[in-house]
């Protein structure tokens, strides 16, 4: 099994909503990440998660909580966002958190805040 | 801090014709060199890498890009286009001595290729 999957594919959520995104490898990675893409823009890295453990937080709101239950699994918990914060969520995985690392990419779940 | 740049934000070719597409980074340190594609409403997959060795990295699918030090460049070529390979192409840059496997993108190149 060589793929990252996302849950859902799509989602649309009010301000006052709580919602989750999950993603899932069965790799055996352990390192972790989350992105946000903008339209027609790079993705932005949000979190990375080393061993289960947050290594990295890019100055992210906290109305994005992430979580990394286990080492095959990561949520991105959704409170009280933004229409701004409408964007494709990325998640991502690599053998390890080493810099010569790939990152294999899931498809993303599309974020529609109203 | 690294950082990569993508000057062309949109290429139109021929199918059949030869591309590229050029990629400069800015780092004080070694670096690792990544070209990611993007087809529409999808994720990313790695095209290409540098890590060391031959500057010289090809993919499957006939692209290729050459690590140029003294340039600090890595562009992307292909001999001969597809259709198929219309698409949104991320150059990246992870840092040696970085944390994680923190990747830094270009803000990208439209490749759109028609008949």
């Known amino acids: 099994d060589t793929e990252v999957t996302q849950t859902p594919k799509h989602l649309v959520m009010g301000m006052t909503n709580k919602k989750s995104l999950k993603c899932e490898q069965h790799?055996?990675?352990?390192?972790m990440y989350w992105y946000k893409q903008k339209a027609k823009k790079p993705p932005e890295l949000m979190f990375v998660?080393?061993?289960?453990?947050?290594?990295i937080n890019e100055s992210v709101p906290s109305r994005f909580s992430p979580e990394c239950p286990n080492s095959s699994l990561l949520n991105l918990h959704l409170h009280a966002l933004q229409p701004e914060d409408s964007a494709l969520y990325l998640c991502?995985?690599?053998?390890?958190?080493?810099?010569?690392?790939?990152?294999?990419f899931g498809p993303g779940t599309r974020l529609t805040v109203l | 801090a690294q950082s990569v740049t993508q000057l062309d934000s949109q290429v139109p070719v021929f199918e059949e014709a030869p591309v590229e597409l050029r990629c400069n980074y800015s780092?004080?340190?070694?670096?690792?060199l990544f070209w990611y594609v993007q087809y529409p409403n999808q994720g990313l997959q790695l095209l290409l890498k540098?890590?060391?060795?031959?500057?010289l990295v090809e993919s499957i699918n006939g692209f290729e890009a050459e690590f140029n030090k003294s340039q600090t460049s890595f562009h992307l070529r292909k001999p001969s286009v597809h259709i198929s390979d219309t698409a949104e192409y991320f150059c990246?840059?992870?840092?040696?001595?970085?944390?994680?496997?923190?990747?830094?993108f270009g803000t990208g190149t439209r490749l759109q290729v028609t008949l």
């Open positions: 990246a840059v992870s840092e040696g001595n970085g944390p994680a496997s923190k990747l830094t």
């Open positions: 998660y080393s061993y289960e453990k947050l290594s």
């Open positions: 790799m055996g990675h352990r390192a």
């Open positions: 991502a995985s690599s053998q390890a958190p080493i810099p010569y690392n790939e990152q294999f």
């Open positions: 780092s004080s340190v070694s670096v690792y």
């Open positions: 540098y890590l060391s060795g031959s500057t």
